[in-house]
């Protein structure tokens, strides 16, 4: 069975940083794009950042500048250090991946963690 799980949230002040980590498990054949993604209460889920296998990033502009993806590839982990942190950073995180895996009946493409709360205090 495949899992992402997510580590490192907490409860930081204003201005402070903190970094999360991904590990994917399980059995992966490929992985090509890993992501952050954060929900707040009674809002949408939103792209945080992505990465691809070749390290080409992408940001949201909300966080361009403060926050910085990374990943290694050997160990199936994506990484986000979220620097300067605002009250409205203050959300769920979700790690996603993207690629080839079998959860033991079929290939899926597409895997979520559990989500890691960070909330930023003013």
Same mark, same amino acid.
């Not at 899926?108 to 709360?117: F, L, P, S, V």
């Given at each position: 069975?495949?899992?992402?799980?997510?580590?490192?949230?907490?409860?930081?002040?204003?201005?402070?940083?903190?970094?999360?980590?991904?590990?994917?498990?399980?059995?992966?054949?490929?992985?090509?794009?890993?992501?952050?993604?954060?929900?707040?209460?009674?809002?949408?889920?939103?792209?945080?950042?992505?990465?691809?296998?070749?390290?080409?990033? /992408?940001?949201?502009? %909300?966080?361009?500048?403060?926050?910085?993806?990374?990943?290694?590839?050997?160990?199936?982990?994506?990484?986000?250090?979220? /620097?300067?942190?605002?009250?409205?950073?203050?959300?769920?995180?979700?790690?996603?991946?993207?690629?080839?895996?079998?959860d033991?009946?079929t290939?899926? /493409?597409?895997?979520?963690?559990?989500?890691?709360?960070?909330?930023? %205090?003013?």
């Open positions: 069975q495949v899992q992402l799980v997510e580590s490192g949230g907490g409860l930081v002040q204003a201005g402070g940083s903190l970094r999360l980590s991904c590990v994917a498990s399980g059995t992966i054949f490929t992985i090509t794009n890993m992501g952050w993604y954060r929900q707040a209460p009674g809002k949408q889920r939103d792209l945080v950042a992505t990465i691809t296998t070749g390290s080409n990033t /992408n940001y949201a502009d %909300s966080v361009k500048g403060r926050f910085t993806i990374s990943r290694d590839n050997a160990k199936n982990t994506v990484y986000l250090q979220m /620097n300067n942190l605002k009250p409205e950073d203050t959300a769920v995180y979700y790690c996603n991946a993207e690629g080839l895996f079998f033991g009946v290939v899926q /493409n597409d895997y979520w963690g559990q989500g890691t709360q960070v909330t930023v %205090s003013s």
